[in-house]
């Protein structure tokens, strides 16, 4: 029996399904993923990234490099993360799951996110988290050094004592924490990437710092991984999730919509960046679209499936009938039951392992990531070119008006046409929606309530006019995330990325650039990937207040 997992597909979804399972135990696939054997993906790298597989194990039998934090931790009025993607996500999702108010995440350059999280805290009297694999990713290293000098101003020589490194053993970071006196290291398994590293030390020691019962984590996901373990891959629910997945990639449903209860629907972020960052490559993908417990309201669709997180004790009933909707339309449905929250430690393994057999049937190494950097690469030489000259090169508008500035390529500028509005432009844009497609609102503005609100009913109105799956992502964070599969997948999203002015300006210690070109310099390096791979993709800028201009975008949307 596959543990609080079921799913209900198309018969012709099913068929494909069963005979993928018999060859991947006429192939000993399962067996040869717990070989370690590369052959299983692409004969590439795969082997030297896959310590996460029984890391599960390795902590819970390492529990005694984890006594006292909770309680230091608990002396502090407060906890900050400082981290991105794989480093912070988890942390995020422990932290809502499970209520904990006085740990906060910053994973935004957006300078009023970085400014309203700093008002919120007292420096002096936080525990700052700083959770890097490499030690030398941009943003964790910047928000290392604002809090490290508002901390230093207050307690001197003897800041360090309000910091915690989490990173790979010999990087730039460990070395600045030994010399700066950081309270404590912890180390990571080099053999784990970012995303696979929920139940590694990037997700547990934050967990321990909650003081949250970590053992009763693990136990939950080392209970799952012994299920996926097991050699038959019809009993084994990572991989049925896995061959599901894949084989419904096969059959053209390449966007999994992601629809959560309440009480786990922040697992639905961490899920979009496994999902993505190791399946969007070479032209494939499957796109994950996180709904953020909102009901989409279409069936029907050819290219989609369903995942339904659900809270067994207190399921929404509107998710319910929408679930029923979809299993009357006979539309793929895959249900996860949460009995109590410990399982998030089995589910953060159960997808891991389902992300790997999944690659297997794309035939690509879910491991690795090479169109991240593209984006990071672009970024790198607009700050450079700051430093260098005072600012950022020029970026001509193609139109203004109505207090907003729009930029493309040529070709983009083409097949929009000339609308002679702003209005008239996004709508342009937005018809060039296919069947098939699906869309993308990247917003480069701070992450808050209000801008959320409007975010999610623009998704609607493009739902509604379209039919499209359609995904709201925050930047930077989600460069980290699903940039990736916009990136390396296949050219079928249309994008619109939202930018817009600053109401703070936030130094960044020890250099001639701020915060908010630290974002510009982001957002519109990630846009030139976009255009280099010939994506379909439009910039607008704000002039003025973000939120006043997002009401603007969501009334002209027709």
């Known amino acids: 029996m596959l543990k609080r997992f079921s799913m209900v597909l198309p018969p012709e979804v099913q068929e494909r399904l069963d005979e993928e399972l018999d060859r991947m135990r006429e192939d000993r696939v399962i067996e040869r993923i717990w070989d ?6 692409t004969r590439g790298e795969e082997s030297g990234w896959l310590g996460w597989l029984d890391i599960a194990k390795r902590e819970i039998e390492d529990l005694s490099k984890y006594e006292g934090f909770s309680e230091t ?7 900050v993360l400082l981290g991105m993607g794989g480093s912070s996500l988890c942390p995020d999702v422990l932290s809502k799951v499970f209520g904990v108010d006085r740990f906060h995440v910053l994973d935004s350059t957006v300078p009023d996110q970085v400014a309203h999280l700093t008002s919120s805290v007292e420096p002096s009297t936080t525990l700052f988290i700083v959770a890097s694999k ?22 001197g020589g003897t800041a360090g004592e309000n910091f915690v490194a989490i990173t790979d053993p010999g990087s730039k970071l460990q070395a600045r924490a030994e010399e700066e006196g950081f309270r404590k290291v912890l180390f990571g398994d080099p053999e784990i990437g970012g995303r696979f590293s929920a139940l590694s030390v990037f997700g547990i020691a934050p967990a321990s710092a909650m003081g949250l019962d970590i053992k009763a984590l693990l136990n939950s996901a080392v209970e799952m991984t012994d299920e996926c373990e097991l050699d038959e891959p019809a009993t084994n629910s990572g991989a049925v999730l896995g061959a599901a997945l894949g084989t419904c990639w096969l059959e053209r ?49 050819k290219d989609r499936v369903t995942v339904y997180l659900r809270d067994s004790e207190n399921p929404d009933q509107g998710h319910e009938s929408y679930i029923e909707e979809l299993k009357a339309a006979r539309e793929p449905v895959i249900t996860i039951k949460f009995n109590d929250k410990a399982d998030i430690g089995a589910e953060f393994f159960r ?18 990531q090479p169109d991240v950097e593209s984006a990071k690469v672009e970024a790198r ?57 699906y869309a993308a609102i990247l917003a480069y503005i701070e992450m808050n309530d209000a801008n959320s609100e409007v975010l999610e009913r623009i998704r609607e109105k493009i739902i509604s006019r379209y039919g499209v799956s359609t995904s709201v992502q925050f930047g930077p964070r989600f460069l980290h995330s699903t940039g990736q599969a916009f990136k390396g997948g296949p050219g079928t999203g249309v994008f619109l990325q939202i930018s817009g002015a600053d109401e703070n300006k936030v130094d960044v210690p020890g250099k001639s650039y ?13 846009f030139q990937v976009l255009l280099d791979r010939e994506r379909r993709a439009l910039r607008v800028e704000f002039e003025g207040d973000v939120t006043k201009g997002l009401k603007q975008i969501e009334s002209m949307i027709e």
């Open 36 to 41: 370690k054997d590369p052959d299983v993906w």
């Open 73 to 79: 931790a608990g002396e502090f009025d407060g906890i």
């Open 134 to 155: 490499s030690g030398t990713t941009l943003e964790p290293n910047i928000f290392l050094d604002h809090f490290f000098e508002l901390v230093s101003k207050e307690k």
């Open 253 to 301: 449903r390449d966007k999994l919509e992601i629809l959560a209860s309440k009480s786990v629907e922040s697992m639905g972020a961490w899920l979009e960046q496994l999902i993505a960052e190791s399946t969007g490559k070479e032209g494939k993908a499957i796109i994950p679209v996180d709904l953020r417990g909102k009901v989409p309201g279409n069936t029907g669709r």
């Open 351 to 368: 997808w891991e392992f389902a992300t790997a057999v999944a690659g297997h049937l794309m035939f690509i190494n879910p491991f690795n």
């Open 381 to 437: 030489k607009l700050t450079d070119s700051y430093e260098e000259t005072g600012e950022l090169p020029a970026d001509k508008a193609f139109f203004e008006g109505d207090g907003m500035s729009f930029h493309s390529s040529s070709e983009n500028r083409v097949a929009i046409g000339e609308p002679g509005s702003a209005g008239g432009i996004i709508n342009a844009h937005f018809e060039r929606i296919a069947p098939g497609d």
């Open 514 to 526: 701020t915060f908010s070109v630290v974002k510009d310099a982001q957002a519109r390096g990630d």
